[in-house]
């Protein structure tokens, strides 16, 4: 036998075992793969809130929330929620939030780690430009809000306040 033909019967006895696998144990193939899975949304949802620095109310929703209790966010005296929006988030499938002063607020599922945490990019555009500026990536509880500082707005600043899955039930 010549060396091309000793070459292509190498190729299909290496061949052969794979094909004989693949009819062996069907759920080996390629339709049980993790990437023909239908993809699950993760609920979750944003708070817009008008934190002010001047003594006034307190939402109720918001009263005992206690990342708004502590530095940097128990300097402002009052939290009135401006918008409340749900959201399903698909891994790697922006969501948009229409923020007050003619702003945008992207959020991003990056990834589900193997902690449960949720690994998300929050950004916000500027005005009149079509560019989104990473504000951060954060490693999210489930079910946990985390919060972050916006602009300046009717004499207050904006607080976005973000919650990505549903806090586990413990039994």
């Not at 809130?49 to 918001?62: K, M, R, S």
């Amino acid at each position: 036998m010549g060396p091309m033909i000793r070459a292509k019967l190498a190729k299909q006895v290496a061949v052969a075992p794979v094909i004989a696998a693949l009819l062996a144990f069907p759920q080996l193939s390629f339709a049980e793969s993790p990437a023909a899975q239908p993809v699950r949304a993760t609920p979750g949802e944003v708070l817009v809130i008008l934190a002010g620095d001047e003594a006034g109310p307190i939402d109720p929703d918001l009263s005992s929330v206690k990342a708004l209790q502590v530095k940097p966010f128990n300097g402002y005296k009052s939290f009135k929620i401006l918008s409340r929006s749900g959201l399903s988030l698909v891994p790697n499938q922006a969501e948009e939030i229409a923020l007050p002063a003619a702003r945008k607020l992207r959020i991003t599922l990056l990834e589900r780690r193997k902690d449960g945490r949720f690994k998300v990019q929050v950004s916000i555009n500027r005005p009149n430009k079509t560019d989104y500026l990473p504000l951060l990536e954060v490693a999210a509880q489930p079910g946990e809000r985390f919060f972050v500082a916006g602009q300046k707005y009717q004499g207050g600043t904006i607080l976005i306040g973000v919650r990505v899955g549903e806090r586990p039930t413990h039994k």
